[in-house]
């Protein structure tokens, strides 16, 4: 058995296995032929540039991190003004109600209201109040049953937590709520009477002016925490489409590249995006001073709605242009024209989404984008290039989508801008190539046809017919 090793320009055949591991040995110990102090130098530069790189991504996050708790001073002091003034109004109301004594619960359950996610607060109030019931029925049916004592208690406690995450499902305030009344129960009943009625009637008070502080009193503005939340990835968007667009013209790679990465760390902005979107609807839909900006909310809550998609989109592009740029690929000047239009337009919907005004420029930029598209598919791209300027053409429907089209109509529109492209590189290509091209069986009939009028051309046939072979 022989082997092949090749060690720059010289070539050895080993016949033999053992032969072959040597001979490697001798090619490895050859391509590390440096002094060992170049050896060590080599290894202590790339230790340092990868504790640069690590000191370098803290550093983006530690701003990033700033950046947003920046962007959130707003909604973090009306939920805090908010948290203050429903626990002052839950103890007040629970001793004006229910009478004098320690009503904990009534300022407890209004503060658990108020600092739940926002866009939860509802269905969080009644897993609450449910998760009181089911903790009371379980504790005083088992206490009943089996007594009191620390075993009963963590019977009873067992058993609460068992029904409620069935019920629930998952974790939560019907969870918590449950065990702890559940606790509250097989500990204190036996020694104080009547703490069951108390507690439900706690929790109703505290939950029902959490509610009321969050929809009458001091209701968040929808608009302004979802573009708050929608900020940070638009300026993703509009930078990272204008770097990759640079760097197709530069032909810079390594520029690309990192457009990818960036792109990648976009998770904690799209997750926040999705509570501002719960958290602004269930403004609108509760608070009665903020139903007039019903309309205004729902046209930016679409366009918010795919930006996830849009994220896809760029970071498909992203990875398409840098394996293009890394085989070497002509890259013709339309395609990082047709992604400046792309970051364009991007931006001018959030202006026309901020302002309520009908998405006129960002449809225009949309086809500028798509045209741009179809001509760098006419001037001659290769693989690599062909995916590119198909993950323009579906970025840009997307973003129509975004804009309000339905699928059907934004791909009918990209359809038509790209191919007006097209037709304007080589028109007569593309009349060719759209040409109705015969196939075996339209020959055959084509053929069955002019036999055809051959024979009434020359008349009817003799009566003796053509000799028999």
């Known amino acids: 058995m022989r082997c092949r090793i090749q060690v720059g320009p010289l070539v050895a055949v080993v016949p033999d296995r053992h032969d072959c591991a040597a001979v490697a040995g001798v090619s490895a110990a050859m391509a590390d032929d440096r002094p060992p102090a170049d050896r060590d130098r080599s290894r202590f530069g790339e230790a340092a540039e990868r504790s640069g790189q690590a000191v370098q991504r803290a550093r983006h996050r530690g701003g990033q991190a700033g950046r947003i708790r920046a962007r959130q001073w707003e909604v973090t002091l009306v939920i805090s003004i908010q948290a203050g003034l429903a626990a002052a109004i839950a103890a007040l109301l629970a001793q004006k109600l229910l009478g004098q004594g320690s009503h904990v619960f009534a300022p407890a359950a209004a503060v658990g209201t108020i600092a739940t996610a926002i866009g939860q607060r509802a269905r969080r109030t009644f897993e609450l109040l449910g998760g009181v019931a089911l903790g009371i029925i379980i504790g005083d049916t088992l206490r009943f049953l089996l ?95 204008a770097e990759l667009a640079q760097g197709l013209r530069d032909r810079d790679g390594d520029r690309t590249l990192r457009v990818l990465d960036r792109l990648r760390g976009t998770e904690d902005d799209v997750s926040r995006l999705h509570d501002a979107l719960s958290g602004a609807e269930e403004v609108v839909t509760l608070a009665p001073v903020r139903w007039h900006r019903r309309e205004q909310y729902h046209r930016y809550a679409r366009s918010a709605g795919h930006l996830e998609r849009l994220l896809l989109d760029t970071r498909a592009l992203a990875r398409w242009s840098s394996t293009a740029l890394q085989y070497d690929e002509p890259i013709p000047q339309q395609l990082p024209d047709a992604m400046t239009r792309l970051g364009q337009a991007v931006a001018e919907m959030r202006t026309e989404c901020r302002v309520g005004d009908d998405p006129r420029r960002t449809l225009r930029l949309i086809e500028e984008c798509a045209e741009l598209a179809g001509r760098a598919a006419a001037s001659g791209v290769k693989s690599f290039g062909e995916s590119l300027v198909t993950g323009l ?28 492209g097209e037709a304007a590189v080589h028109p007569l290509v593309r009349r060719q190539l759209h040409r109705v091209r015969p196939t075996r069986a339209l020959r055959a009939r084509r053929r069955a046809h002019l036999a055809a009028r051959m024979r009434m051309a020359n008349g009817p046939a003799s009566p003796q017919g053509r000799p028999a072979r």
């Open 147 to 241: 007594g009191s004592g620390p075993w009963q208690t963590g019977v009873v406690v067992a058993l609460a937590i068992a029904v409620a995450l069935l019920v629930a499902g998952r974790g939560g305030p019907l969870v918590g709520q449950a065990g702890g009344t559940a606790v509250l129960i097989a500990t204190l009943a036996p020694m104080e009477r009547g703490l069951e009625l108390p507690r439900i009637f706690d929790a109703l008070v505290g939950g029902a002016v959490g509610l009321v502080v969050v929809a009458l009193l001091l209701p968040v503005n929808p608009l302004r925490v979802l573009d708050r939340a929608a900020a940070p990835i638009f300026a993703v968007l509009c930078e990272q489409l």
């Open 393 to 420: 053409r579906t970025a840009a429907s997307d973003l129509l989508r975004a804009c309000g089209c339905e699928p059907d109509d934004a791909n009918r529109i990209v359809r038509r801008a790209a191919g007006a």
